[in-house]
């Protein structure tokens, strides 16, 4: 019993630490933020970028602040750093009408263009959805459904009474618990897929790690790859078409 | 029109001038005639010799005025001569020009002028001569060259014939044009040569021969195979005497001819006695009285000259007011369908009208053009109720009567459901407006400043607390469970429950005891008594509620329990009974004493059994 409760404390106090330190990084990093859009507001976007990423470098995940430096980006010319700080405020907020917005806008002009079939009303609704709801959101779904569930399963077994009704309640805890957990394994796989963007003007793709192999393809500023594999200096991409080449790392970004 | 002789002469020319100067830009004009009748179309041949490679210049010729341009076509040839074995290479660019001439006269035609290279190249002038009527029927042979044939005796045995139905007719009204080949010959490859445009006139074709159907016709005492070539209707656009230039028609006639000359290529080559000549027979012209229509038309009149009928419905004739409303108006009837413009409007301030479209369909019944002509108005009622939609009113010229007809549909009636007020007010105040347009396209503005940024980072799934805290319910959930079941065990088994709850019972018991340690001695005793007693009958699942001292030693040796437990049990149950019967015996000392070592045998009875 004791122990259990020392446990308890001290987990208390490192979320209370926790919080603390946070509320410290994240009050400077609005300061920087807030100063940072200030400069944007004079035009002065190269300062503006450099402030962004000082509130960056405090620690803070923040798709308002990833938005901005890439709106910074996109002023001073920077199309593939933009499009990657787009793309990583999307990882964040991936309903944001904003971010969505601009990310097609600066998509329209680079050069790379993949035929993709536009997708139908069902994986629309789906991919919708499957946007609207959060990490933390599936959490407390499987949570609150785990919870329910061993409601349901106690009030069985002291009352006895309504077994029908707290059979449904278990069958529906049991269901969402298991669908919510299943989402959110894609979802986390989803936010780790090793995605990139390009940020050389243009890159050669070859068909090995390194600078003797064969061109396969070109590239440009500002398309997302998804890296499969690295070697060295050289990291074997993935395009949308399905197309694969290498390419020097220092030439791609990771989301 | 360039014919074979024409050609030749030119290919002497050009003969001639390549043997002067092989390498030099020449220019050569001529004609295919140089006698022509006023209208008549010929041709005017530009011919330049060019160095092979050079850019192929654009030849300009002077026209007198009265003559006019009407086409242009060129043909390239090259030739190779080879003199003193040099090799030259010369291209000849024949540019022919057709050219009409409109007033009588001699006139000089060029020169042509040609730059090549910044160096200007002049042709010789050649003069022709515009006569006012060539010999009628003429044909024009290809021949100034002396042949068997002469012009004379094909113009007897070949000539084309145009007819009209009659001479003079009111403007609109439909003339029929006929050309018939009247031919004592086997003619071959006919063929449409110049067709005239009519000016003046529209035309509808009624009839045109895709092969000759000949049948026997006697012209002055001759016999001719007759053929029909072309019908058309014509219907004069403007009144006055109108000539009708005519047209050609192009054939190949067989001709008994001799060898004229060694020097005639084409003789020498070929001993066929019957040879081919390209005949172009052109119609005599024609002139064609329009009369003007007469005066007093109705003001319903609209052009229309023929026989007309006229009816007019309306697509639905229950609406809504302010909602267009489609009514046709057919005009049907023979006569100038083309020329039929829209038919009057009723004068109603009922219906706004929209100017109409207009389809016209055409056909040919015998040789007369009938039609229809459908007029679409569109109509969007301003009154509601029963409104009638007067008639349409439409006035033609009978040009056989020689008087105008005016026509009037039957009146149209509509109910006219009223619009909605709203809808009414929309009609009338709505401003023309358009589709906003896009100018230009930014990325969306920067987020706006904000009091704290919080991170979006902390995801539950990450910390360990929160899984930990998932193990709460379902770990409860488990020891619930557990609980449930040693409580449906104990529940099912009295032994086990009398031995589980044997011990707290007998503590029960004993400090009913302790607080009798004082007061009364027997019934602390009888206490004691119970508590051991019933306790051993709880730990052994005895129905009895107590044991006397013997059954208590049989049953503890039953368990086979140290003796010298068992015997301190019936040392103490003895006692107890001893002292309950025999009240007065025993101290206080001695109950503590007891007490202990009651409880000290509890203890050990309930590792024992």
Partial sequence: MTKASHAALSGVFALVVLIFTDIQSSSSATALYNEGNALYRKGAFVEAVALYEDALSTGLENSDVYYNLGNAHYKVGELGLAILNYERALRLNPMDADILGNISFANGRITDRFEEDPPNIVTRFLVGLYDLVPPNGLSVVVSVALVMGCLGGGAILFSGRHRLTWGAVIAFSVLSCGLGATVLAIKVADLSTPQGIVLAVEIVGRSGPGSDFLQVFMLHEGTKIVLERQEGAWGLIRLPNGLGGWVPLDAIRMI | MVTSMHRRCLALALLLTMAGSARALTVQLSADRTRVGVGDVFSVTVAMTIEDGADVPTPGLHLPPGFDLMGSQSSTSTSISIVNGAVSQTRTVNVVRTVRGNKEGTFTLGPAEVESGGKKVRSQNIRVEIVKELSKPRTTANSARESVTTQREIEDNLFLKATTDRKSVYVGEQLLLSYDLYSRYQI???????????????????????????????????????????????????????????????????????????????????????????????????????????????????????????????????????????????????????????????????????????????????????????????????????????????????????????????????????????????????????????????????????????????????????????????????????????????????????????????????????????????????????????????????DTAELTSAQAKEVLRAQSVKSSTVHEVVSVLDTCDFARFAPGTGGSADRVTLLSQVETLIDALEKAT
Wanted: aromatic share 10%.
């Fill in chain 2, 188 to 542: 071959q490859n006919p063929r449409f040569g110049v067709v005239p445009s009519y000016a003046g006139f529209w035309v509808e074709k009624v009839f045109e021969a895709s092969r000759l159907e000949q049948r026997p016709e006697v012209v002055n005492g001759k016999s001719y195979n007759k053929s029909r070539l072309k019908q058309m209707a014509l219907f004069p656009t403007v009144p006055g005497v109108q000539k009708l230039s005519q047209m050609e028609f192009v054939c190949d006639v067989p001709i008994r001819s001799r060898r004229r000359s060694v020097f005639d290529v084409d003789d020498f080559f070929s001993w066929d006695p019957f040879r081919s000549q390209q005949v172009t027979v052109r119609a005599s012209d024609l002139e064609i009285e329009a009369r003007s229509l007469p005066g007093g038309a109705p003001r319903s009149f609209s052009g229309g000259v023929g026989v007309f009928s006229i009816s007019a419905r309306a697509a639905l004739t229950k609406v809504t007011q302010g909602d267009p409303v489609t009514i046709i108006v057919v005009v049907d009837g023979k006569g100038n369908v083309h020329g039929i413009g829209d038919p009057a409007r009723p004068a109603t301030n009922d219906f706004k009208f929209y100017n109409p479209k207009g389809i016209v369909e055409t056909q040919i019944q015998g040789t007369l053009l009938s039609g229809v002509k459908t007029f679409e108005y569109v109509a969007i009622p301003t009154a509601s109720g029963q409104v009638t939609l007067p008639p349409f009113r439409f006035a033609y010229f009978d040009p056989k009567k020689e008087r105008y007809q005016e026509l009037q549909t039957e009146p149209i009636l509509f109910e006219v459901s009223p619009a909605e007020k709203t809808q009414q007010v929309r009609l009338m105040t709505a401003p023309v407006g358009s589709a906003v347009q896009l100018i230009g396209e930014d990325i969306r503005y920067i987020k706006a400043d904000v009091p704290a940024l919080e991170s979006q980072t902390n995801y539950l799934h990450r910390s360990g607390l929160f899984w930990s805290f998932q193990a709460l319910p379902l770990l409860s959930l488990v020891a619930a469970w557990q609980w449930r079941r040693r409580q449906s065990i104990l529940e099912g088994d009295v032994g086990l429950a009398r031995k589980r709850r044997s011990r707290s019972e007998a503590k029960k018991r004993l400090s009913g005891a302790r607080s009798l340690l004082e007061s009364d001695g027997a019934l602390f005793y009888a206490e004691i008594h119970r508590a051991l007693s019933a306790f051993l009958a709880d730990r052994v699942n005895l």
